[in-house]
């Protein structure tokens, strides 16, 4: 696992499990969040996903998955903006 950093496209919806779609160096990666992911803030603190809006940068860490080399299994997400 490792972090990766880019912009916030899209949310599928505003609780847990979740994918979102974030650029990351001009591709677009869909990031797992299943139930027992950790979302934050900037600062580190736990943040509710209806905090996070498209455009936002976030970083994500998480394993890219063997048969989709675009997409992130996540364990974390934070949004770097709030």
């Excluded at 972090?3 to 591709?27: D, E, Y």
């Excluded at 580190?44 to 970083?59: E, H, Q, Y």
Aim: cysteine-free; glycine content about 6%; aromatic content about 8%.
């Amino acid at each position: 696992p490792r972090n990766f950093q880019g912009t916030l496209k899209s949310l599928s919806g505003t609780s847990l499990p979740v994918t979102a779609v974030i650029t990351i160096s001009g591709k677009d990666y869909t990031a797992y969040l299943p139930e027992k992911t950790a979302v934050m803030s900037r600062n580190k603190a736990k943040a509710n996903l209806t905090r996070f809006v498209s455009g936002d940068t976030v970083r994500v860490y998480g394993t890219i998955r063997p048969t989709d080399l675009l997409s992130i299994d996540a364990e974390v997400i934070r949004d770097l903006n709030f």
